[in-house]
């Protein structure tokens, strides 16, 4: 059964840093790239970037390109996104994906549960 | 980046009515477009994708057409359990956009 599943809730000042990780199983993590969405509260959703575990490469979304970092681990499943110095506006859920390992083929066929960030000073 | 205006934002429906969303790609995206269902608190399901091709497992009430520009997500018979938000999905061209969602009550 394939299955991601993400790290838990965070609480955190502006200013601090952060990388919250998703975990696949149920397939060979390698074989499919993983993205990011961004959900703020009572909001849609927004492509954040997405990252080959195979080989690291990562492509951003050009509204979070600089802001956040998308790295993985194959040797553990586990991919992550991270920011070195969180805003208040960075308050929202994310969710992991996984999708075919293809620039053309973008289909969200698995997510993660979601993990809430909230920024409050 | 490609601009993807789903109507309407909202709907309310009946049992057994049937339910059609639009969603318009700002340029051709000729199939590469997905629907996903989110609801209140869980993370969102692909239900369809290219268009018109129904993910594993979905129910057969739900199905999608289109191309180009133009693209069409109908409930033909939905249920109280569909209550929930939907979103299109384009992947013509990177950064990847999402429709602002169609929230479908279903009474």
């Known amino acids: 059964e394939v299955q991601l599943v993400q790290s838990g809730a965070e609480v955190k000042k502006p200013g601090e840093s952060l990388r919250i990780s998703c975990k696949s199983s149920g397939y060979r993590f390698t074989d499919y790239w993983i993205s990011w969405v961004r959900q703020m509260p009572g909001k849609g959703l927004e492509w954040m970037g997405r990252i080959d575990p195979s080989d690291s490469y990562t492509t951003y979304s050009p509204s979070f390109q600089g802001h956040v970092i998308i790295s993985a681990d194959k040797s553990i499943n586990t991919a992550y996104l991270q920011w070195n110095s969180l805003k208040a506006s960075d308050t929202a859920m994310y969710y992991c994906?996984?999708?075919?390992?293809?620039?053309?083929?973008?289909?969200?066929?698995?997510w993660g549960q979601g993990t809430l960030v909230t920024v409050s000073s | 980046d490609i601009h993807m205006t789903q109507s309407p934002s909202s709907l309310s429906a009946s049992v057994g009515d049937r339910v059609t969303i639009t969603c318009q790609a700002s340029?051709?995206?000729?199939?590469?477009l997905n629907w996903y269902q989110q609801k209140l608190g869980k993370a969102p399901k692909l239900l369809i994708y290219?268009?018109?091709n129904s993910e594993t497992g979905v129910p057969s009430r739900f199905s999608g057409r289109g191309s180009g520009t133009d693209f069409t997500f109908t409930i033909s018979s939905p249920q109280p359990e569909d209550s929930a938000t939907y979103y299109c999905?384009?992947?013509?061209?990177?950064?990847?956009?999402f429709g602002g969602g169609t929230k479908v009550e279903i009474k």
């Open positions: 290219d268009a018109s």
């Open positions: 999905q384009q992947y013509d061209n990177l950064p990847l956009t």
């Open positions: 340029q051709d995206i000729g199939k590469y």
């Open positions: 994906a996984r999708h075919c390992a293809s620039s053309t083929c973008y289909i969200f066929d698995y």
